[in-house]
């Protein structure tokens, strides 16, 4: 059957289409093609990712990102530096780049995006974090948690003062937790806390998925890609920010060598046939936490119609055209 759906929003997204938003080669000409690659897939609105970086490396991406004429950008998510630097926290993000949260730093980075820096995932355990919260909050940044070994209390003081978001809720964490006292559950029983979830079959199994948005409820789950330079690209290995990411046949991306992942190869639409399939609700219920949901939930609008063929015996989206 053939609907018609809100334009797609995705927080996160590192790159696409062989180009990587945290490459040094970054140009204008490169963000519009992988932004009209994306719209493809039925993407009209994205906050482009950078992942931690020095100061140097972010800026010269920021500025790019800031330069593109592109109305499909609604900011820049900022993810990282000041982040765990424990082995499985830190996902893929480069040890020698995390650093501790600091207000002046902040400043720094946001200057050179030309203040288009909208979201911030940061770790509630790293040094100076719950200041920089507050000036986030106070500058009317949204704040994320996320890549975190806090504790249960650091979490739920990360939230008194401002947090709003769990980045990709169940990945960016020990691979063993407590059984009870651990990020996850505090960040699920959060009622001020949005979640964003990437439902690729390789961040999170469906049995999860669907006792997460469950927990969370569809009004504050948000669906995003978290996707890489390898989004849209055949098997073999692509960067993200200098760091290798190799994307095999089955559409895992992890660092080489290691069962770590490194972003994904998702898009949007077939996240939300994911979602449908691994929870059980209907398409009406799922396509918001892709669309409007993120927009709302960063005080933003949604752009375009997309037109697609949904195939409900086997959960499938598939994009026709966007329409402005």
């Known amino acids: 059957m053939t609907l018609e759906l809100r334009g797609l929003f995705d927080l996160q997204i590192n790159g ?28 009209t609105r994205c906050l482009p990712t950078l992942i931690s970086s020095t100061l140097e490396d972010f800026s010269a991406c ?21 982040l765990s630097p424990e082995v499985g926290p830190r996902g893929a993000h480069p040890k020698a780049h995390i650093t501790p949260a600091s207000v002046d730093d902040f400043k720094r980075r946001q ?23 507050e000036y986030l909050v106070a500058s009317g940044v949204r704040v ?50 949005h979640a964003s979830f990437i439902v690729d079959g390789h961040h999170l199994p469906p049995a999860a998925v669907k006792a997460m948005i469950r927990a969370k409820g569809t009004r504050r789950s948000i669906l995003i890609t978290d996707a890489v330079a390898a989004a849209g690209c055949r098997p073999g290995t692509y960067s993200l920010g200098g760091v290798a990411a190799t994307l095999s046949s089955d559409g ?38 892709a669309s409007t949901i993120p927009a709302e939930y960063l005080g933003t609008t949604v752009a375009g ?7 409900p015996e086997a959960a499938a989206l598939r994009v026709l055209r966007v329409v402005d």
């Not at 069962?259 to 918001?288: C, F, H, K, Q």
């Open 252 to 289: 895992r991306v992890s660092l080489p060598g290691t069962p770590y992942l490194a972003g994904s190869a998702l898009t949007l639409d077939r996240a939300i046939g994911n979602a449908v399939r691994y929870t059980g609700r209907s398409i009406d219920e799922v396509v918001p936490m």
């Open 62 to 82: 920021a500025r790019v990102l800031a330069e593109t004429p592109s109305a499909a950008i609604a900011g820049i998510h900022m993810e990282g530096p000041y």
């Open 111 to 133: 200057d050179a995006a030309r203040g288009r820096i909208v979201l911030v995932t940061l770790a509630p355990e790293a040094p100076g974090a719950v200041s920089l919260i």
């Open 305 to 311: 119609t997309v037109i697609a063929d949904w195939d």
């Open 144 to 193: 994320a948690i996320g890549h975190t070994a806090a504790t249960p209390a650091q979490i739920r003081l990360a939230i008194d003062v401002g947090a709003t978001l769990a980045t990709h809720l169940g990945n960016g964490c020990a691979e063993l937790l407590p059984r009870h006292a651990n990020p996850i559950w505090e960040l699920l029983s959060a009622d001020a806390v």
């Open 16 to 43: 696409f289409g062989g180009i990587d938003f945290n490459a040094p080669d970054l140009s204008v000409d490169r963000v519009l093609d992988a932004l009209q690659q994306l719209r493809a897939t039925g993407v």
